[in-house]
């Protein structure tokens, strides 16, 4: 049995996947008697859960890892772990054996749910533990989560990535594609709806293909109709949605069902149908504008956002142009943009024609000059019109300010009481910049 004074923390880089992970793993510390802290020099076990998709990320990573060093000479009794996505490449495992000897284990994306064997066996053993699976095998069910608010939580629906984007990493740190049965995401649903839970946001590489790996027939525009039926939910999000399998089946469910918040995050990438055939994304610029027009038609007040990276190998100044001509066309809310990175094991990394970094700065400058105005005039259109809002914390500078989402995910900062966190109110937005909406809770419309 772990001591009950044993203190833990987790530093989470990476996407809503890894940040779910991260929140399995506290319920599994929790139940073991584990106590959260926020202070590194207070913890008996760190564990750093990691993302591979950019360069940037891997950087972080090591960075903390130095530091990391002197606290463990400090404290020899503190047991380092290290899981995630970087963690999948056996590359990156060997330069940690290498150079950062200290740490105590190594884990991966697919066994998480081990995390209390692996501590227990550390404590038996004073050499660096490595346990990483190639692939997920069956779906585990019924882990623990210690959600980080009361009121929304991520639940997955699938695993992995089937898709294979050529300069994505992540079908092979996550695996093959795998979805959940419905009957354990709805029963995970309703539990939380009974706990109090207002808010889910249904997480998936690709929602759009869910159900393609089950024995029944079931489709993501079924799975909403089911969770969308799920008394105490009020709203209904997903994340994210590859533009080749939005079927007008799921434009017809999204406009239905009443939950289901009018946002599509709807990522296209780059511009150019050249570009697109090297990313391998399946779709041409042609089809992605026609599929936000049907959109946009079914669904008038959608918000829409994306992703793009500029600097994909062989990208030309005309190829860039079709990118922006797309943001032009599409008239984003807004978007993630993303200078191409490489990542060794992907095919794009062997690519000829590689942009050097200035030219891809230059472009992601232009890019933003032209998507900014654009998110700014979107949410200028929303000026004195009242606003549902799920109120979500305090200001980190002043507690009367609250904040919270509207149901096409934009942030709303507004005066108002704490006790008003986890509710949802109707705030009057009487001014708009290019992030955050600003307003004051009302009664009326
Ligand atoms: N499954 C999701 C997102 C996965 S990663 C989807 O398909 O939309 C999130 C984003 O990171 C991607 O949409 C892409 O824009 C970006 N990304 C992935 N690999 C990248 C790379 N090698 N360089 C730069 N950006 C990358
Ligand atoms: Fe990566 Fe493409 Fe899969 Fe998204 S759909 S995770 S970008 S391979
Ligand atoms: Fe990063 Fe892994 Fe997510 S590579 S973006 S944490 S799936």
Redesign the pocket.
Known sequence: MINSSKRYTILTWG?QMNEHDSEKMSGILESLGYINTDKKEEADLIILNTCL???NAEFKVYGNLGELKALKRENPDLIIAICGCMMQKKEIRDIIKEKYKFVDIIFGTHNIHKLPELIANHNQHTRMIIDVWEDAGNIVEGIPAKRKYGFKAFVNIMYG?N?F?S????PYTRGREKSREPEDIVNEIKNLADEGFKEVTLL???VNSYGKSLDSKITFADLLYLINDIDGIERIRF????PKDLSDELIYAIKKCNKVCEHI???F?AGSNKILKLMNRKYTKEQYLELVKKIKDEIPNISLTT???VG?PGETEEDFMETIDIVKKAEFDSA????????EG?P??KMENQIPEEIKHKRLKKLLDVLNPISHDKNSQLLNTVQEVLVEETSKTDSTILSGRTRTSKLVHFEGDTDLIGKIVKVKINNTKTWTLEGTITNGE
């Open positions: 996407c998709v950019r360069e990535c898709n984007c300069y994505c990493i992540v998936g590489q690709n994340m994210t949605s590859h995050h709807l990522p990438q992703d793009i990276i994909f993630f943009t993303f200078l191409y990175s490489i990542r992907t794009a990394a």
